[in-house]
């Protein structure tokens, strides 16, 4: 409350906050604080371990990257929509390319038989705005050095300002209409892009002779601040 003038408020004495006093004389007690390390990290990291994922020399990450579009129908929007993924040439692997290698074609997923202890299923997917020295990215440590999916979905106008913190991460890159939206715009999209991507894999596989169930389905959506990881082992009972 604001206090209005009158001839009283002269003889009225202000007396000294006390709180105010007690609080300044108050210190806070503080200590020093180590992440675990299996903690994800942001681009202020480096160490030995990880270091391809913050190898940024701009010469050659350029000509090692490949910048692919992607076309399919998008129900939130109602039309067709494009989006580029930005692959380097060490994650080319991850991804189905036509026998010309030029279109790319689906993200390759696993079946869920698979049993490989060393890789992480589910593709993850970061959305990721105005954060590319401070998001935490590097999930080298947090995966515990194991093969996995890692990509970051990105603003067109942000791409090349992530591409030159996080050279060797894959980028999808969103559309110029969605530089103003929000993440829950890019997670509707990731989780319309899944759905598509399933299907294209298990045709792809069902060719192959693999049952369209035994295709992996699940995916991750991850926001760039989680810290750690916990791992979670599901035993198999026995009949």
Request: with cysteine.
């Amino acid at each position: 409350m604001s206090p209005v003038y009158t001839e009283q408020l002269q003889r009225i004495k202000q007396e000294p906050n006390k709180e105010t006093k007690t609080d300044e004389s108050r210190k806070r007690n503080t200590v020093s604080m180590m992440l675990t390390k299996y903690a994800a990290y942001n681009t202020f990291h480096h160490c030995e371990q990880c270091h391809q994922y913050m190898d940024v020399n701009p010469s050659v990450q350029m000509s090692d990257s490949t910048l692919h579009a992607f076309t399919f129908s998008s129900s939130m929007l109602g039309e067709e929509i494009q989006l580029h993924f930005i692959i380097p040439k060490s994650k080319e692997s991850y991804f189905v390319f036509s026998k010309q290698g030029k279109h790319l074609e689906s993200m390759r997923l696993p079946l869920v038989s698979d049993k490989n202890v060393n890789a992480v299923k589910s593709p993850i997917f970061t959305p990721s705005s105005g954060r590319h020295e401070h998001g935490l990215l590097n999930l080298y440590h947090a995966m515990e050095g194991v093969n996995h999916l890692h990509l970051l979905v990105v603003k067109e106008y942000e791409m090349p300002l992530y591409r030159k913190y996080w050279p060797n991460h894959i980028m999808l890159v969103l559309p110029g209409m969605f530089n103003n939206a929000g993440v829950g715009a890019a997670r509707f999209l990731i989780k319309e892009l899944s759905y598509h991507n399933l299907e294209l894999e298990r045709n792809r596989l069902e060719e192959l002779g693999v049952k369209r169930q035994y295709v992996w389905p699940f995916i991750v959506v991850m926001d760039d601040s989680c810290v750690l990881w916990n791992s979670h082992s599901v035993q198999e009972q026995s009949r």
